[in-house]
C-alpha cells in the first residue's frame, strides 16, 4: 500500500509526528541505528523508508502507524464538512467530525494532514475556544500534499477565522488565495460578499449577492440561499431602501419561524428593530424588540435600541432607567458607552456634548469597519447639527453620506490591497 504514496508525502507524515513529539533527529537515529543523514533524506523525501523503519520511527515518537488507514476515505471526509458547512447542516457535519476522530491512530497515518485540517474546521466553524496554532504548523508543514480542493477549503477556513476576529484585510487575502485554487465555491463567494457589505462597499457586495444566490440555487443550498437573502435586505437597510428592506425580512421572518430557526429570527428581528429606529416607527420597533428570544437579549446594539426607542417615544424616565441599567452592566464595549453617553447628554440638553460623544462613535464605527454603526451615528449627528445651526459640520455630514467610500475605512482596504471582482 505504501507504493501509493509519494516518498515528500511520507516524508512530511514523519518528520510532523517527530516534531509535534519534540524527538531530536539524533534520538531517532540511534534507535534506528542509522546516521542523522539518513533520517534527514527520510523526512525531506529525498529517500523512501521501508514500512518497518516507519513502524520503527513512528514507535520512537511513542506512536503506532495506521497503515491500513484509506487517506483518500478522510480526503472524502473534509470535502464532505466543507460542503454540510455550506449547506448549514450542523448535526450531520458534527457527525462526520466525530468519526473522523475516532479513527484509531489517525494522527499518525498518511491522512495525518487532512486529520489536522478536519480539527481546524470543526475549531472555526463550530467557533470552539482553542488556540488553532497547533492545527495550522501541523497542516503548513503538509500542505503541499493537498489538492487543490483541499488547499481552497484551507484557505477559506483561514478566512473565516479572520472574519471572526475582525481582521479584514487578512481575510480578504486568504479568500483570494482560495479563489486562485479553483475556488469559485459558494462559501467562498458568500464570504466576498459578507465582507463587503460589512465595509460599506455595496457594488461589490450587490455583484457577490447575485453571484451567491445563483449559486446556492443550481446547488440546491436553499437553507444557505435564506442568509443571502438577508445579506440582500441588509443590503437595501443600508442603502436607505427601508420599504424593499422591510418587505424581504418580513418574509424572511415568517420563513424562519416555520423552520424554527432562532438565530435567524433572531437576526431578522434586529434588523427591523433597526429600521424601525431609522424611520422612527417607534410602536414597530418595540413590537419588534418584543419579539426577541430572551436568550439574546443582552445583545449590546438591541439594548441600545432599546434605550433609543423609549427616547424617540418621549418615554423619558424609562429611557433614563435603560441608560442607567447600560452603565452598570457594560465594561469593555467603548462605542456602545459613547452612543449611550451622547443619549443621556441630549436628554440633559447638553447637545454639545453629544455631538462630541457620536462623534467618537464615529471614528470608532469607522476604525472597526462597522458601516451600520458608522451611518446610523451620521444620521443623529445630522438631526443635531441642523438643530443647533452648526452649517460647518452639517455640510461635513452631507459630503460623507454622499460620498461615503472616499471617507471610509473600506475604500482604505480595498485602495491598499487593489481588490478587483473575480
Known amino acids: 500500500m505504501q507504493e501509493k504514496f509519494s516518498r515528500i508525502l511520507i516524508g512530511n507524515v514523519l518528520k510532523s509526528i517527530r516534531t509535534e513529539q519534540k524527538i531530536p533527529i539524533k534520538k531517532v537515529a540511534q534507535n534506528m541505528d542509522v546516521s542523522e543523514a539518513t533520517i534527514s533524506q527520510f523526512e525531506t523525501g529525498k529517500n523512501k523508508p521501508t514500512n518497518e ?25 473534509v470535502y464532505d464538512i466543507y460542503d454540510l458547512y455550506t449547506d448549514l447542516k450542523k448535526e450531520e457535519l458534527n457527525e462526520t467530525i466525530q468519526i473522523v476522530k475516532d479513527t484509531k491512530n489517525i494522527a499518525c497515518s498518511y491522512a495525518r494532514f487532512e486529520y489536522y485540517l478536519i480539527l481546524y474546521m470543526d475549531a472555526i466553524i463550530n467557533q470552539k475556544e482553542v488556540d488553532t496554532a497547533l492545527y495550522k504548523g501541523i497542516i503548513e508543514l503538509g500542505k503541499n500534499n493537498f489538492s487543490v480542493r483541499e488547499l481552497s477549503i484551507y484557505y477559506d477556513i483561514m478566512a473565516l477565522e479572520k472574519i471572526y476576529s475582525n481582521e479584514i484585510k487578512e481575510a480578504l487575502g486568504y479568500l ?15 464570504h466576498y460578499c459578507s465582507i463587503y457589505l ?11 449577492i447575485h453571484k451567491s444566490l ?29 420599504d424593499e428592506a422591510n418587505k424581504l425580512f418580513l418574509k424572511l421572518l415568517n420563513e424562519s419561524i416555520k423552520r424554527q430557526n432562532e438565530i435567524m429570527k433572531y437576526c431578522i428581528l434586529s434588523n427591523l428593530v433597526f429600521t424601525s429606529l431609522i424611520q422612527k416607527d ?11 428570544d430572551e436568550q439574546f437579549t443582552d445583545d449590546l446594539d438591541l439594548r441600545m435600541y432599546k434605550c433609543l426607542l423609549y427616547y424617540f417615544g418621549h418615554e423619558y424616565t424609562k429611557s433614563k432607567e435603560c441608560i442607567a441599567s447600560f452603565f452598570r452592566d457594560v465594561k469593555d464595549s467603548k462605542y456602545h458607552k459613547s452612543f449611550i453617553r451622547a443619549l443621556k447628554y441630549m436628554m440633559d440638553n447638553k447637545p454639545m456634548k453629544a455631538i462630541a460623544n457620536f462623534e467618537t462613535c464615529y471614528q470608532i464605527a469607522l476604525k472597526n469597519g462597522q458601516y451600520d454603526r458608522a451611518i446610523f451615528v451620521l444620521k443623529q449627528l445630522n ?34 490591497i487593489g481588490l478587483k471582482l473575480n
Open 198 to 208: 460589512d465595509l460599506g462597499y455595496f457594488n461589490l457586495a450587490q455583484q457577490y
Open 214 to 242: 445563483k449559486m446556492a440555487v443550481q446547488q440546491l443550498s436553499f437553507d444557505r440561499l435564506y442568509y443571502l437573502l438577508l445579506n440582500q435586505g441588509v443590503l437595501y437597510m443600508y442603502t436607505s431602501r427601508y
Open 383 to 416: 438631526e443635531l447639527y441642523l438643530d443647533h445651526g452648526l452649517q460647518n459640520k452639517l455640510k461635513k455630514v452631507k459630503e460623507l453620506q454622499e460620498n461615503f467610500y472616499k471617507m471610509s475605512y473600506a475604500n482604505q482596504i480595498i485602495e491598499e
Open 176 to 190: 483570494d488565495k482560495a479563489l486562485s485554487n479553483k475556488g469559485n465555491h459558494l462559501m467562498i463567494n458568500y
Open 53 to 77: 523503519k516507519i513502524t520503527l520511527f513512528s514507535e520512537i515518537c511513542g506512536q503506532t502507524f495506521n497503515f491500513d488507514l484509506d487517506r483518500d476515505l478522510i480526503v472524502n471526509h
Open 282 to 292: 417607534i410602536k414597530s420597533g418595540f413590537d419588534y424588540l418584543n419579539r426577541i
